[in-house]
């Protein structure tokens, strides 16, 4: 008798829960950010991420760049890695056509 008085106090007390969760959702919830128009900035956006390995292996005179700026104290972040891992795979792979004379 306890046991499924229990269990129909458990089962409509989450069910009130729930019901008050959903009812109290749009109060509780933070605001919705309003859609800017559709007028474009004129301020390109600046890309947040860093450049990978493989773009600096094709473009190896701006790893080259990247890597000196990096050593002064101009450029910051994870593309200073990128770039040095890039100048070490295009030398490796600059010594091993050399010394096998392909």
Known sequence: MWKSKTIIVVIVTLAIGFAGGFILRP????????????????????PTEARGTQYFVANIDEARQVVAGCRDGSVRGGECATAEEAIIKVDAAERRKRFLGN
């Open 27 to 46: 109060v509780t919830a933070p605001p919705q950010q309003a859609v800017a128009a559709a007028s474009p900035s004129p301020v390109a956006p600046v």
